[in-house]
């Protein structure tokens, strides 16, 4: 009698199992279904809460960032702060000369001729409007853009790479690859420092943080983008632009976490690179892959 139930629970375990597997597995192919007719490289890395919820798709593959960092770099800045180096009502000069006319820069648009900001508020630029002057700042205050690699190496997170700025990676098309990650890492980073088991950062700096990242204002159309209005998504976004000769795309990306109704949240980064897609059709690719995740973890 018992070995005929251990017979049955096993039987059980292996249906159960394969019917989640081919679950996932759907998911997988659905969004390989979105990617395979497009003339680009897509990753993606797809984490739910539990363990058997997660999908790779040129996972360990080295993207470039580009305004991707802005998040990591703002939690540098953060540990700086915890540490009691730098503080969040600090205020920071920045200067008409550090508001370079080539950057992205809602600061610029606003402070033509320069201001006095904290750098709470540095960061909710940065991070939520993605602006690069406010990038560079927050890089000096760090020394350079190394620390913020040292900092997360330190924490062991070895697929990642800072070694330029904003105004070095957008002057010069070829250093962009300097800076990158892969979407695994991506993936682990966001979910580290979400939960912050560790403690990697205070109560009030975790707070903090991902205020700001719920507030993120760009990338509508990405991870964002046919998710229901109400939805709550902690994002950043990333864009190179398309080589003026070539009209390759080096960077479209969208890195996230979704929280869905019941309470549950999942993990989610996607980067396109070596794209001779449209903007539109990239951007159309993260919102697909979005849409089709959403759908997974809503009907599970």
């Known amino acids: 009698m018992v070995k005929k139930t251990s017979i049955t629970f096993v039987l059980f375990l292996i249906v159960f199992t394969q019917g989640y597997s081919q679950k996932i597995e759907t998911l997988k192919q659905k969004i390989e279904d979105i990617i395979n007719s497009k003339n680009a490289i897509v990753g993606v890395a797809i984490n739910g809460m539990e363990i058997k919820d997660t999908l790779n798709i040129n996972g360990q593959r080295h993207f470039p960032m580009q305004s991707v960092f802005k998040f990591p770099i703002a939690l540098t800045i953060l540990s700086e702060i915890d540490k009691g180096n730098l503080s969040l009502d600090q205020k920071i000069d920045i200067k008409k000369s550090e508001l370079l006319p080539g950057l992205w820069s809602p600061i610029r648009k606003k402070y033509s001729e320069g201001v006095i900001l904290s750098i709470a508020e540095i960061i909710k630029y940065t991070v939520a409007l993605s602006d690069n002057v406010g990038c560079d700042v ?8 190394q620390t913020v690699e040292n900092y997360f190496s330190s924490l062991g997170f070895k697929d990642f790479s800072v070694k330029i700025n904003e105004e070095t990676m957008q002057n010069n098309w070829d250093l962009q690859f300097l800076n990158w990650t892969t979407p695994k890492e991506a993936n682990r980073i966001l979910t580290t420092f979400y939960k912050n088991s560790n403690r990697l950062l205070t109560q009030e700096s975790h707070d903090f943080v991902w205020n700001v990242m719920k507030g993120t204002k760009t990338g509508k159309n990405r991870l964002r983008g046919q998710l229901p209005k109400e939805t709550i998504v902690a994002h950043k976004t990333g864009w190179s632009g398309a080589h003026k000769e070539t009209g390759v795309t080096a960077a479209v990306n969208n890195i996230g976490i979704v929280f869905l ?7 989610i980064s996607v980067f396109i690179t070596e794209s001779t897609e449209s903007f539109e059709t990239n951007e159309k690719m993260i919102s697909d892959i979005s849409k089709a995740t959403w759908d997974y973890f809503i009907n599970k």
Do not use: A, F
Not at 139 to 145: H, Q, V, Y
């Open 138 to 145: 927050l890089l000096r205050l760090l020394g350079e853009p």
């Open 261 to 267: 109704p019941n309470g549950k949240y999942y993990t």
